[in-house]
T-cell receptor
Framework: QKEVEQNSGPLSVPEGAIASLNCTYS??????FFWYRQYSGKSPELIMF????GDKEDGRFTAQLNKASQYVSLLIRDSQPSDSATYLC?????????????FGKGTKLSVKP | GAVVSQHPSWVICKSGTSVKIECRSL??????MFWYRQFPKQSLMLMAT?????????EQGVEKDKFLINHASLTLSTLTVTSAHPEDSSFYIC???????????FGDGTRLSIL
């Protein structure tokens, strides 16, 4: 069973703090990893993607990948109330239906002013 | 870049009606398009994957005769919900991908309500 696991939350952080979102996946051979943000009632929006071990930074967002531990995370620095949303981790696993993404159930983030 | 347009945004219609939803990649050629369904407070559920010029691959439990998918060009895929019933009411979202390693980009979704 190919799985992507996320803590459903809600994760509550104060404005200006660092929010840390975590994700684990079952297929050790997975190659590409994505973070999407989904506001309530809206479709997912791509935040970041990462293919190699280590950190990848884009503005206030940092994605971290550790393939040995089968773990990927998203850090949001200087969190803003507008960051409040559900964050979906997605992994492109080997053997998936035509290489489609396997999504986690999402972590709901709440940033308190 | 990587804009995916989905129409219509909202559909309200009577039971038994067929509804067509369009998904277009506006600034890239999408070799693969995906159709998802999401019920309130639940995660995305993949319904089917389509490659341009090929028959769609449906996920287990999704009726291919009820959810007709056409991917006739590299920029357009359509999903037709045939003879829709109230239990088909949901948020339908398409996504498109240029190549196998590129991210999927999502349309804005279509909220379907069957009375």
């Amino acid at each position: 069973q190919k799985e992507v696991e996320q803590n459903s939350g809600p994760l509550s952080v104060p404005e200006g703090a660092i929010a840390s979102l975590n994700c684990t996946y079952s297929d050790r051979g997975s190659q590409s990893f994505f973070w999407y943000r989904q506001y309530s009632g809206k479709s997912p929006e791509l935040i970041m993607f990462i293919y190699s071990n280590g950190d990848k930074e884009d503005g206030r967002f940092t994605a971290q990948l550790n393939k040995a531990s089968q773990y990927v995370s998203l850090l949001i620095r200087d969190s803003q109330p507008s960051d409040s949303a559900t964050y979906l981790c997605a992994v492109n696993m080997r053997g998936g239906s035509q290489g489609n993404l396997i999504f986690g159930k999402g972590t709901k983030l709440s940033v308190k002013p | 870049g990587a804009v995916v347009s989905q129409h219509p945004s909202w559909v309200i219609c009577k039971s038994g009606t067929s509804v067509k939803i369009e998904c277009r990649s506006l600034d890239f050629q999408a070799t693969t398009m995906f159709w998802y369904r999401q019920f309130p407070k639940q995660s995305l559920m993949l319904m089917a994957t389509s490659n341009e010029g090929s028959k769609a691959t449906y996920e287990q439990g999704v009726e291919k005769d009820k959810f007709l998918i056409n991917h006739a060009s590299l920029t357009l895929s359509t999903l037709t919900v045939t003879s829709a019933h109230p239990e088909d009411s949901s948020f339908y979202i398409c996504s498109a991908r240029e190549t196998g390693v590129q991210p999927q980009h999502f349309g804005d979704g279509t909220r379907l309500s069957i009375l």
